[in-house]
């Protein structure tokens, strides 16, 4: 699965741009390397975002990366079709999913995707992974 930052959050010193601990071991990383962290999802907690740096290894013997967690990201290779407005899901693989099932939601559609085999657009949304409550 291919993701593009179409635009991002502003710039590197937006609320929206995080500093997240990945864990200590580089094949575990997204995209299994530190190398191939760079433009996957990340899921730290209730932090959601897309990974715009090399992780570094720092001297607590984990790897820290800085998220966006509100950019409007591209992304190939997500089966399915939906409305524009509909909700972005990101699976416990870090895989982006249009079904809600058990997965967390991230975002939504900036436009509506009509045939399965289209790119979406994704808005994330800082905060939508954190439960609703009345």
């Keep these: 699965m291919a993701q593009k930052i179409v ?6 010193s ?5 500093e997240v601990n990945l864990g200590a071991v580089a094949g575990s ?5 530190v190398a191939g962290a760079i433009g996957q999802f990340a899921l730290v907690g209730n932090k959601v975002g897309v990974i715009i740096d090399t992780p570094q290894l720092r001297e607590d013997g984990n790897y820290w990366a800085t998220i966006d967690m509100a950019c409007l990201v591209r992304v190939s290779g997500t089966a399915g079709t939906a409305t524009d407005g509909a909700t972005v899901y990101l699976t416990s693989a870090l895989a982006v999913t249009l ?3 058990t997965n967390t939601p991230i975002g939504f ?4 995707k009509a045939a399965s085999g289209d790119d979406i657009w994704v808005q994330l949304v800082p905060g939508s992974s954190l439960p609703v409550k009345a």
């Design 7 to 12: 635009k991002d959050s502003a710039n590197w």
């Design 14 to 18: 937006s609320i929206w741009v995080k």
């Design 29 to 33: 990383l997204p995209g299994g390397s």
């Design 99 to 101: 079904t809600a099932s």
């Design 109 to 112: 559609l900036d436009r509506a």
